[in-house]
């Protein structure tokens, strides 16, 4: 009777040492998953975000990004045990004056995680000028603006915007726009201010000072009756007006 509970107790002992190492290995105590940086800046315009990953060798990880970030990298691959492999991202352009801020978590099978946060600069609201002296005749105006979707023109009656800023797209890339600038007829010189601002909430706007000439003060011409002679190849000739 004792001799059949050794053997019981024996095996009852192997048992347990075997389930204890499988447990050992599913967990891989040793193992770590390190992302070599904390916290990375991107441009407004985007660009490749880049690091290097050490994880378990053969094991699955999830990567998680938000949906401005791309994953270029099949997470499914093959490492030695605590490799470092460095992998890479898209983060696509910014869509806002405000300044964004995500994470790209990676999760491997096991459980092990860590992350990666990528701090995105807004859109800076910008023109190429910020004054503009125009004829009295008027004419047209060229301006480089670099704004976001859904940006607000605000003019004076004499000068008008020819593009739609609510379907002109201009995005981060910088892109030209025009304004017509009506012809001045009155006998004084006039100034006024086009006003650009940000469709969101940041608040942020730009100005162009417009100075334009007078134009032909008619009250001021003087009324001649009479006659006059001119010479014409020798001969002379008399115009009444």
């Not at 023109?127 to 008027?138: N, S």
């Not at 469709?199 to 009324?223: P, W, Y």
Request: charged share 15%.
């Amino acid at each position: 009777m004792k001799k059949m509970f050794f053997y019981a107790a024996a095996l009852c002992l192997t048992a347990v040492g075997f389930a204890s190492c499988t447990a050992e290995d599913e967990v891989f105590p040793d193992a770590v998953v390190s992302i070599t940086e904390e916290e990375v800046a991107v441009p407004a315009a985007g660009g490749a975000v880049s690091f290097n990953l050490t994880a378990p060798s053969n094991e699955a990880f999830t990567v998680k990004t938000p949906e401005w970030i791309e994953f270029n990298e099949d997470a499914t691959i093959t490492r030695g045990v605590n490799s470092s492999a460095a992998y890479h991202f898209t983060v696509a352009p910014a869509e806002s004056c405000q300044e964004r801020t995500g994470a790209i978590y990676i999760v491997a099978a096991n459980g092990l995680q860590d992350s990666l946060v990528v701090v995105q600069e807004g859109v800076e609201l910008a023109v190429d000028i910020t004054a503009a002296e125009a004829p009295a005749a008027g004419g047209v105006l060229a301006v480089q603006l670099t704004a976001v979707p859904g940006y607000t023109v605000t003019c004076p009656e004499w000068i008008v915007m020819n593009e739609d800023p609510a379907t002109t797209h201009v995005g981060v890339q910088t892109a030209e726009v025009t304004f017509t600038i009506a012809q001045n007829t009155g006998a004084d010189p006039r100034e006024g201010e086009i006003v650009i601002a940000c469709g969101d909430a940041c608040g942020k706007e730009v100005k162009i000072a417009i100075a334009q000439q007078r134009g032909m003060d008619l009250s001021k011409m003087v009324n001649y009756a009479g006659t006059f002679t001119s010479l014409y190849d020798g001969i002379a000739y008399n115009s009444t007006i």
